[in-house]
């Protein structure tokens, strides 16, 4: 039986921490940011946990 392999885009998107959370970068700070307001802005700095509903997906793809 071969070994599965890590999904390299999501190996790129995600951090796992120590306790086992998966935070991600928020959407939507790349680019068009002069119409977008600098409260919208700043609240999308920083990392945010990934969804509860999401997370058995993104471990499996991360082969965890």
Not at 12 to 38: D, F, N
């Amino acid at each position: 039986m071969p070994k599965n392999k890590t999904h390299s885009g999501m190996k790129k998107r995600v951090k796992v921490t120590g306790t086992g959370k998966l935070l991600t970068e928020k959407a939507g700070k790349r680019h068009l940011l002069e119409r977008k307001s600098s409260k919208l802005t700043r609240s999308l700095t920083g990392t945010r946990e990934v969804d509860a509903h999401d997370a058995p997906r993104v471990k499996r793809m991360l082969g965890r």
